[in-house]
């Protein structure tokens, strides 16, 4: 079992910058890859950013690309996701989730076993 607490969501306008983080515990967590997803309202759930457990390896989708940075640093337990020159369309529900399958980290959402419960960040224009 993996456990997932995010935090650091909140009300922001546009071009402001948020960083989200997530607590990740449980037993095993040497092969873990670790991602950010979000998910709007009436809109499926779509990937952000993914990173393997040493911190070593990450992963971006295009839209975010520049402006997003997700970080971890090897021997802490905890997952991090910069997001700069927010816009509008940032505006979802982020989730923190665990791959426990390693390799490379996976943008994919079926390939994560454990997720968190989101948190909110919403961006006005």
């Known amino acids: 079992q993996v456990q997932l607490v995010e935090s650091g969501g909140g009300l922001v306008q546009a071009g402001d910058s948020l960083r989200l983080s997530c607590v990740v515990s449980?037993?095993?967590?040497?092969?873990?890859?670790l991602g950010w997803f979000r998910q709007a309202p009436g809109r499926e759930r779509e990937s952000v950013a993914a990173?393997?457990?040493?911190?070593?390896?990450?992963d971006y989708v295009d839209s975010v690309k520049g402006r997003f940075t997700i970080s971890k640093y090897n021997g802490e337990h905890m997952v991090y996701l910069q997001m700069n020159s927010l816009q509008f369309e940032d505006t979802a529900l982020y989730y923190c989730?665990?791959?426990?399958?390693?390799?490379?980290?996976?943008?994919?959402?079926?390939?994560?076993?454990?997720w968190g419960q989101g948190t909110q960040v919403t961006v006005s224009s």
């Open positions: 449980g037993a095993d967590l040497s092969n873990v890859n």
């Open positions: 990173i393997s457990w040493t911190g070593r390896r990450t």
């Open positions: 989730a665990a791959d426990r399958h390693g390799g490379a980290p996976s943008l994919l959402p079926k390939d994560y076993d454990y």
